[in-house]
């Protein structure tokens, strides 16, 4: 019977290539067990590869972040919380979730997506044309992580390009775990009051963007809602801004410190795709942001959770897990990580997930052809990564050539 | 073999058209799962199981 706490969550990461020491005991010796959280409660953590699907899968836990017994991972989040809140996908259940989000996801179809390819290679190119023209040592934060993602979204979008620097800055404040609770929101609700008048601006005349057409087919099946939509636009452009670029910038000092595994997708660009999906599993980037709240009793892992129970799915754990990788610790790219859960899983899995395979495989594909001296300009013990961000990755990143 | 997709199950992650976009195509409106072709043969067979182990949102089976 699993009754104290022994960890508190969120844990930090103490080596940025390996999950918080502490997950391998909890995933070994109480794979489903209590933990204390920030404001004092306490919640389950589930560490083990199959129990994460399950929990990630199953209607029995709800996404619902607006519950009041949903796990809180920041103290003071739940009493900073407006109750006339947009409800966003991501912490809708069914039978609301489904139809919001099959409303946006033929935008992100494989073939949909295949189609921007030559534009994001172009865009790819353009990053790394500013980067060699630059002074060494360069940013490639600055030059390349955060750019790519970032023009990519918002032509998707339809989201002036211009206006980058105003939500990076709100964003980062989003996903920063030491910002106030209360400034969160402020910036959150910046964004979110941006893309409401980005909108508004498009209603009358709908362009041939994802926002506009959004405009078009939701009016059409007459559940259109400006300030729904500026949610969804919200998650877009916050999603599309820094998972990718927090990938393409980890994902470089692995390849640089993994020279032999570099070799391989430089001899053999058909080997990336698969390099990408180690390296999402490797890293993992966000971990503890797949928390449910339990609405009805169920057994995950032999532990019974009861209805009203928080509890945090592990992705980091699960992608660890030697039960779904032979030697999970080591970088292989040649192993088959496709049923890594870096995405999530079920329902709610990243909609944007296979533009971020396009982007990161375009960008690993072209960085590494067009700069073949590329060379870290400090030690990787040097790196200022963001252990206090939601979304794990690197401030900067200096290179030389 | 028969290949059995759950439109209502699936997520729209396109995973098994990544898999295989002989078999599987996903719909321009939600992004569900279309299968092109159900019974597959060969080594197309393997790429089936591929499919169904990846997919997000467990919608693909089986029927030997």
Redesign the interface.
């Known amino acids: 019977m699993t009754t104290a706490e022994k960890h508190e969550f969120p844990m930090a990461r103490t080596c940025p290539f390996a999950p918080p020491p502490a997950y391998e005991e909890i995933r070994e010796e109480e794979p489903v067990s209590r933990v204390r959280l920030p404001d004092g409660g306490w919640a389950w953590v589930v560490s083990r590869h199959e129990d994460v699907r399950t929990v990630l899968?199953d209607r029995r836990f709800s996404a619902d972040r607006q519950h009041p017994d949903f796990p809180q991972l920041v103290k003071g989040e739940a009493a900073s919380r407006r109750p006339d809140e947009e409800r966003l996908l991501i912490a809708m259940d069914a039978p609301e979730h489904?139809p919001a989000?099959?409303?946006v996801?033929?935008e992100?179809?494989?073939?949909?997506l295949e189609a921007l390819r030559p534009r994001i290679q172009e865009i790819v190119d353009g990053q790394i044309d500013a980067l060699l023209a630059g002074p060494q040592p360069g940013d490639l934060v600055d030059s390349l992580s955060l750019p790519v993602p970032s023009l990519v979204i918002c032509e998707m979008l339809g989201v002036p390009y211009a206006d980058h620097e105003f939500f990076q800055e709100h964003t980062v404040k989003v996903i920063k775990q030491s910002t106030p609770p209360e400034e969160r929101w402020a910036a959150t609700g910046a964004i979110q009051g941006y893309m409401t008048d980005l909108i508004a601006e498009k209603e009358e005349n709908p362009p041939d963007d994802l926002l506009g057409r959004q405009i078009v087919k939701l009016r059409a099946n007459g559940t259109y809602r400006r300030t729904a939509l500026a949610g969804m636009g919200f998650l877009l452009l916050v999603a599309g801004h820094e998972t990718t670029a927090n990938m393409i910038s980890l994902s470089t000092v692995a390849f640089l410190r993994n020279p032999e595994q570099l070799a391989m997708i430089k001899a053999d660009p058909g080997k990336t795709l698969n390099a990408v999906e180690e390296m999402l599993r490797y890293f993992t980037i966000i971990d503890v942001a797949t928390a449910r709240l339990c609405v009805k009793d169920i057994e995950v892992g032999g532990q019974l959770i009861r209805a009203g129970e928080g509890v945090l799915a592990l992705g980091y754990s699960a992608n660890r897990d030697p039960r779904a990788f032979e030697n999970p610790d080591e970088l292989d790219i040649e192993r088959g990580a496709?049923?890594h859960v870096a995405?999530?899983?079920?329902?709610?899995?990243c909609?944007g997930?296979?533009l971020a395979?396009m982007e990161l495989q375009i960008v690993f594909d072209t960085l590494f052809r067009r700069v073949p001296t590329l060379e870290l300009a400090m030690d990787i013990d040097e790196l200022p990564f963001k252990d206090d961000a939601n979304i794990y990755g690197l401030y900067q990143l200096p290179v030389t050539w | 073999m028969k290949i059995i997709a759950d439109t209502d199950r699936c997520v729209g992650a396109g995973q098994c058209v990544l898999t295989e976009p002989e078999l599987f195509d996903q719909s321009e409106n939600d992004a569900t799962v279309i299968v092109l072709n159900e019974t597959p043969e060969g080594e197309l067979v393997e790429k089936a199981r591929e499919a169904m182990h990846v997919c997000p949102s467990q919608a693909l089976s089986l029927e030997e």
Not at chain 1, 343 to 349: D, I, K, R, V, Y
């Open positions: 899968n489904g989000r099959k409303a996801l033929g992100f179809t494989v073939r949909r496709r049923h995405f999530g899983f079920g329902p709610h899995q909609l997930q296979n395979r």
